[in-house]
C-alpha cells in the first residue's frame, strides 16, 4: 500500500475483538514495521525492490518474532500506554510472537494482491496474489474497515472503564 495507515483499519478490526487472543499494540506495530522497508527504498534509493524481503512471509515472520522480542522486554512501558484508555494488557509471550507474525502476515496479504515486485513464497519467484483483487477493491476494503474498527474500539473502550470503575 503507498501508506500504512491503509493497514490499521483492518488490523484494528480484527485485532480488538480478538483482544483476548491477539497482542494489538504488536499486531499492528508488526503492520508498521514491514513498511519500514520500502520507506528505506524510498528515501534511499538502493538498488532493491520496493517491497522486498520484509514482504514475504518467510522474512516476515522474522521481523514479527523479532518485535515480539522488543515488546516483550518494553511491556512495562506498553502497560503504562495501554491503561491510558482502560484496556488491560498483560502480555504473553507466545501471545506476543503469534501476534506479530499474524500482523506481519496480514500486512502481506492486503500488499500482495496490488504489487508485481512482491515475493511473498520466497524463495518461489511468483506471487499468486497479484491481482486476485483490484487496487480500487483493496484500498476500499481498508477504508471502510475503519468503521468497525472505530465502532469495536469504542465499545472495548466503554466496556473495560465499566468493569474497571466497578472493581473500584
Not at 25 to 44: G, K, T, W
Not at 57 to 68: E, H, P, R, T
Request: overall charge positive; charged content about 15%.
Amino acid at each position: 500500500m503507498p501508506f500504512t495507515p491503509y493497514h490499521f483499519g483492518i488490523h484494528a478490526a480484527i485485532s480488538i475483538p480478538l483482544r483476548k487472543y491477539i497482542d494489538i499494540p504488536v499486531f499492528i506495530l508488526a503492520n508498521v514495521a514491514v513498511d519500514i522497508e520500502p520507506l528505506i527504498v524510498i528515501l534511499f534509493q538502493p538498488e532493491y525492490p520496493l517491497h522486498g524481503y520484509c514482504h514475504t512471509f518467510l522474512f516476515g515472520s522474522v521481523i514479527g518474532i523479532l518485535l515480539a522480542f522488543i515488546m516483550y522486554m518494553s511491556r512495562g512501558v506498553i502497560d503504562t500506554i495501554v491503561s491510558v484508555v482502560h484496556l488491560e494488557y498483560k502480555p504473553r509471550f507466545i501471545t506476543l510472537i503469534v501476534s506479530g507474525i499474524t500482523g506481519v502476515w496480514l500486512h502481506i496479504l492486503c500488499d500482495a494482491p496490488l504489487y508485481t515486485d512482491m515475493k511473498p513464497f520466497f524463495p518461489l519467484e511468483n506471487n499468486p496474489f497479484y491481482r486476485l483483487a483490484s487496487s480500487f477493491t483493496i484500498y476500499w476494503i481498508c477504508r471502510l474497515a475503519f468503521i468497525p474498527a472505530i465502532i469495536l474500539g469504542t465499545v472495548a473502550f466503554l466496556t473495560e472503564r465499566k468493569k474497571k470503575n466497578n472493581t473500584l
